[in-house]
């Protein structure tokens, strides 16, 4: 229960739906005791132009909230920018009058927007014989035939002589008790209504949350702005609250937001949570009655509370005929916030009328590129997945391809908490690869995939060194083969089952290529590891390596290459080392530092190694790289907490 003062709030709303003139605001006057009519000019005029907002007490002492809509044609845009967070409809239908225009386009419209049940308010019977009653509820009850409300039953009223009131507000009352509130389960989302400034309170913005729950102190960003405000206040039904929650009628105080920046339309929502988007995907209705829409149509589109204009791309077909289901993507001239499930509404622009709604799959930013037929295949999925978190993950997924995504993009494609994304992953298993250094995630076919076309360019690669096992890192990454990202996961992945080694000198080694050599490719290894052993600290050049041991071919560089792969020779600059004369090197570089406060004192090493200036420089720029010394100020010092200083610290206490 969520409490307003003394009262309990019913966390369900309620609005008003019909024609100009048959009603509307007099009924919510009638039940609530409050004018819904809040400006000016609709007091002077007695015609409604924008929301109002009345709270009902219900007989069991509850609270409910009813949105009061404009009537008018030319105030429909504000009528759906109130209708969109209802869960119950008044369809208020005048009996002189009965069924009109602005009857059947509230209809139409509340029919689209998904409002859950309803009933329809009879009124101003006290003008009417029975005759034109009973007329007129037939009318009615043949308007409703299809839609939401075609059970809905038909209350006659009349706020003059109070005929049929009780029995309204009891019936509407049942009505309320019976819809399940809105979840204050997660993330804070609210369509802003009406923003204002109030003195010594700052920025003042309005709505009704669509989920969550918004807190006194806690934070909202604004979207699509990205700006953030501590929330100073909250207000639920007028009276002021500790806490809001979806279905109450809402104000929220946001000083740190100027008013000027903001407007009906944007969306207070938890901070990094939603993203907006260009592009609105959706799964469309057509109104029966209405003229075909062409592919690439201008629109206007309205989720929210929110109004723009866009271009209607049809995915399927380059027409779409009345009463068809389809999906579809509207091109926004202005970003939107809006979540899978969300409903909306689609009306031409010349003339004003509404044509269709249905659901959002999702939003996001227009793509540089894309096909219908691709968009058209993505949205199917979508609809056949359904709302189940699970299912739009691992669509997310195929969505984003070899690019990945972290858990809070897809918090923010999807509309969820990080928590309920953690836990569809967990729920994936398999089906699904987190490459955990790089927080990004991956559909575990794309990983396998791409490891299999690695382990192809590697063989290209070295077709010409084939007993070569390792490549640079850098030519993966330059080449086109894969996105970068999955690149790295794949890596990552064969690391981790010791498929790969990854060394400091930025080589990948692959270790299933290391097969046994055969006795003349092992032989003239040995002989080149021995020659190598025996230059000791005057090292050779490859070409002069090739000389000694009398073979120049490409079965040289093959075998040079499987030395080098396994650590029997190191290459340094331009010179191969037996790889025990590095270690050799590496241990006395470290005990020179040592004996002289961590500082190599290189005169008394290069005496020691028995080397010359133009082997020295090279060898330590390449222990530099390996990150046992650092060169600072002309000056190398030991780097003692580095993995290579541990681990030759280890060597030197064995060799002690």
Do not use: W
Not at 259 to 267: D, E, F, H, K, T
Not at 421 to 437: C, N, R, S, W
Request: hydrophobic share 40%.
């Amino acid at each position: 229960m969520h409490e307003r003062g003394g009262d309990v709030i019913h966390p369900v709303m309620v609005g008003t739906a019909g024609h100009i003139d048959h009603g509307k605001s007099t009924l919510v006057r009638t039940l609530t005791g409050i004018d819904p009519d809040r400006l000016e000019e609709e007091k002077r005029t007695g015609m409604t132009i924008d929301l109002g907002f009345a709270p009902l007490r219900m007989a069991d002492g509850r609270v409910l909230g009813m949105i009061d809509v404009p009537g008018h044609e030319r105030f429909v845009r504000n009528m759906v920018a109130g209708s969109t967070g209802l869960d119950l409809a008044v369809l208020v239908v005048a009996a002189d009058d009965s069924v009109m225009p602005q009857t059947r386009e509230h209809l139409n419209i509340v029919d689209l927007l998904g409002v859950r049940s309803g009933i329809v308010a009879l009124t101003k019977v006290d003008l009417v014989d029975e005759e034109i009653a009973m007329f007129a509820e037939e009318e009615i009850r043949e308007l409703l035939q299809g839609t939401r409300l075609q059970d809905a039953e038909i209350v006659r009223i009349s706020s003059t002589t109070g005929l049929g009131i009780e029995e309204f507000r009891r019936k509407l009352e049942a009505l309320a008790a019976a819809v399940p509130p809105r979840s204050a389960e997660g993330p804070f989302r609210m369509p802003i209504q009406r923003v204002f400034t109030l003195k010594g309170i700052g920025t003042v913005i309005t709505g009704v949350p669509m989920s969550g729950s918004i807190s006194v102190g806690q934070t909202v960003e604004i979207l699509p702005l990205g700006k953030q405000s501590k929330v100073r206040a909250v207000q639920a039904f007028g009276e002021q609250v500790e806490t809001a929650v979806a279905g109450h009628s809402t104000a929220l105080s946001v000083p740190d937001i100027k008013a000027s920046q903001l407007n009906r339309g944007c969306v207070a929502s938890s901070p990094g949570v939603y993203r907006v988007g260009d592009a609105a995907d959706i799964e469309l209705t057509l109104l029966r009655g209405v003229e075909p829409l062409e592919h690439r149509m201008p629109i206007r589109f309205h989720t929210g509370t929110i109004e723009c204009r866009g271009v209607l791309l049809l995915l399927d077909r380059d027409r779409a005929e009345p009463g068809q289901e389809l999906t579809a993507r509207v091109l926004l001239d202005e970003p939107v916030c809006g979540v899978f499930g969300d409903r909306f509404l689609l009306r031409l622009q010349n003339p004003v009328l509404t044509v269709g709604g249905g659901r959002i799959l999702r939003v996001s930013e227009v793509p540089r590129r894309y096909r219908r037929k691709t968009v058209g295949d993505e949205l199917t999925r979508l609809v056949e997945v359904g709302p189940e978190a699970g299912g739009r993950v691992l669509e997310e997924l195929k969505r984003v391809g070899g690019e990945g995504t972290t858990v809070a993009a897809l918090a923010a494609a999807l509309g969820l908490e990080h928590g309920a994304i953690e836990t569809a992953l967990a729920d994936a298993g398999d089906v699904v690869h987190v490459h955990q250094k790089a927080g990004r995630v991956f559909l575990a076919d794309l990983v396998e995939d791409g490891r299999a076309m690695i382990e192809r360019a590697v063989e290209r690669l070295l077709k010409d060194r084939p007993l070569a096992a390792s490549i640079k890192r850098t030519q993966l990454q330059s080449s086109k083969l894969l996105p970068q990202p999955l690149i790295q996961a794949v890596l990552a992945r064969m690391q981790e089952q010791g498929v790969v080694e990854s060394s400091a000198q930025g080589r990948l080694l692959f270790r299933e290529r290391l097969k046994p050599l055969d006795p003349a490719d092992q032989s003239l290894l040995e002989k080149m590891h021995g020659t190598c052993v025996e230059s000791g600290f005057r090292p050779l050049t490859d070409a002069e390596l090739a000389d000694a041991v009398g073979v120049r071919d490409k079965r040289f560089q093959s075998v040079l290459a499987r030395a080098l792969d396994t650590g029997l020779i190191e290459l340094v600059g331009e010179h191969l080392y037996a790889g025990a004369t590095v270690q050799r090197a590496l241990v006395a570089i470290y005990r020179n530092c040592l004996r002289h406060d961590e500082e190599l004192v290189i005169p008394e090493l290069r005496d020691e190694l028995g080397t010359s200036r133009k082997f020295l420089i090279p060898l330590l720029e390449y222990v530099d790289g390996l990150g046992l010394t650092r060169l600072r100020g002309g000056v190398r010092r030991l780097l003692p907490t580095s993995p290579a200083c541990q681990q030759i610290a280890e060597v030197a206490a064995e060799q002690a």
